[in-house]
Structure formats: C-alpha cells, structure tokens
C-alpha cells in the first residue's frame, strides 16, 4: 500500500493551488463559503493529476529505468506492478469525474477536467518526446487549473491571470528540463536514454532559457499592476515579492539540479517560499 501511495506521488498535490488562483484575484479569500465552493475543484485535480502521473509513468516505464531518480519510482522499480498502476489510474479519473459531475454538473468545470485528462494523455504518449510541445502541453494543465477554480466559483478568468499562469507554467517545465539535464550530467548518463526532447534542451541551454521567460514574467505582472490593478491602491506592491522569486529562481536554474523537482525547491530555498507567502498575503490585503 506504502508504494501504491507513492505512486499517486502526492507531493505533487501542491500544484492543485493553481484553482484557488481566482479566488484569491477575485477579493474572495475570507469568504468560507467560497472556499467550499471551490474545494471539489482542488480535490478533483489533485486526483486527476495522480492519474496523469500514474499513467505517466506506466507508459514511459522503460525509460525511467535508465534515469538515476526515476528507476527509484513505485512503477519502475516493479514494486508496484502494471495491472495495480492502471487499476490506480482508472480509480483516480472515474473518481474525478464524480466528484465534479456531483458538485458543478456538466458545465465548464468538467470541461476543463476532461480537457485536462487529453492533454496530459497526448503528453505522455507522444507530446513529451517533441521539444516546445512537451513544456506547452504541460503548461496549459496548469491554465486548466486556474479555469476550472474559476468557473466553480461562477467567474470568467482574467486574460491577464491565464496568460501569466501559462509563463509561469513555462517557467517551471523549463526548470524541470534544465535540472534533469544537470542531474544526468552528474550521473554521466546520456542525455537521449531518458528523454529525447532533452537533446534540443542541452543544445539552446534551457538554464539561459528560463531567464528570457523570467523577464517575460516579471514584463507581464508589472503590466497588470499598471493596466489591470491600477484602481487597487498599492497593488504594485505584489511585484517586489515577485520579482525577487523569479531572480532566486532563475540563478537556482543556473547551478543546481534542484530546480527539476519545483515542489522540493520552495522548501529547500527559503527565500522562495518567503517570497510566495509574502505575494499572497499582500494579494489578499490589496485585492479586498
């Protein structure tokens, strides 16, 4: 049961926070009811994600064994074997679906989980190997996320949140892509025997890549303060948490593999997750 658990890899859960994007933006957050409303969205994506993550690493299996992280993981390692893994997968999605029909009927909510559900699909099968693509893919996910928080709660998201939902997204996979090269460079295992996007990746140097969509970022949010809050007094505030999240980030990219796995980071560098509850307090205070 220990290794059927790991394999739903619930660490990841944090990323569900992306639904509660609108609620926040939307001046919602002390509102207890708000947080109910929005509360099978956190619980749906969680599991659906788990699912994606399950089946994931079903298919990519073979692959995962030549990685020096990954043949540790509950699929791989053959602890947990392939009929118990779809048996998870189906589980998480059947179970999904439920809680959403149930809480929001079939509305844009459950569009969003199912378009979810294809995405991560087309990657794991075939998007994942296709450089751009892969990191797009799973950025769009987490736009998803943000969606589907807000349609629960009867709200239409910003262009402005979606779009810098999307960039930050981007900035994570390519995280991701810039840690496991230097993990395998480390390991002195071959690029192609894990990934072969990751090829493409080493050849533009994706560290300097994600400091070109830091800038884009940082671009984008100081725009929203001006254009989008400017009727909310000292909003502008928000980007100095910010900015200085993106730039530990981008120079954590540049000499550590810790990057790949973005939900150990924030607990591993201080300075990040300070920032990130820094950012959400002042959300909350200025957006009321």
Not at 13 to 20: D, E, I, N, Q, Y
Not at 30 to 37: M, T, Y
Not at 108 to 137: E, F, H, M, Q, W
Not at 173 to 194: C, F
Request: net charge positive.
């Amino acid at each position: 049961m220990k290794y059927h658990i790991k394999a739903l890899r619930p660490e990841q859960w944090l990323k569900s926070g992306f639904c509660l994007a609108a609620l926040f933006f939307s001046g919602q957050a002390f509102e207890v009811e708000k947080w109910l409303q929005v509360l099978p969205v956190l619980i749906t994506f969680s599991l659906i994600a788990s699912a994606g993550y399950v089946f994931n690493d079903l298919w990519n299996r073979d692959e995962d064994r030549q990685h020096p992280r990954k043949r540790n993981r509950a699929i791989a390692s053959g602890k947990v074997s392939g009929k118990a893994a779809l048996a998870l997968c189906l589980s998480c999605i059947v179970s999904s679906l439920l809680i959403t029909s149930i809480a929001y009927g079939f509305g844009k909510t459950s569009l969003c989980l199912i378009g979810y559900i294809l995405i991560n699909s087309l990657y794991t099968v075939s998007l994942r190997k296709i450089p751009i693509l892969d990191i797009a893919s799973i950025s769009f996910g987490f736009v998803l996320r943000v969606a589907a928080g807000a349609f629960a709660l009867t709200l239409y998201p910003s262009e402005w949140l979606m779009l810098i939902t999307y960039l930050l997204a981007l900035l994570l996979a390519l995280g991701k892509r810039a840690g496991e090269l230097k993990k395998l460079g480390q390991e002195e295992v071959p690029i192609g025997a894990t990934r072969n996007s990751l090829n493409w990746y080493a050849r533009i140097d994706a560290s300097k890549a994600i400091w070109v969509v830091s800038i884009l970022i940082s671009g984008c949010y100081l725009l929203y303060c001006y254009k989008a809050r400017a009727h909310s007094n000292g909003f502008w505030l928000t980007a100095i948490p910010v900015l200085i999240a993106l730039v530990a980030y981008s120079l954590e990219a540049n000499r550590s593999a810790d990057v790949e796995r973005p939900e150990k980071l924030v607990l591993k560098k201080p300075i990040i997750a300070l920032c990130m509850a820094v950012w959400m307090v002042m959300v909350i205070v200025f957006v009321r």
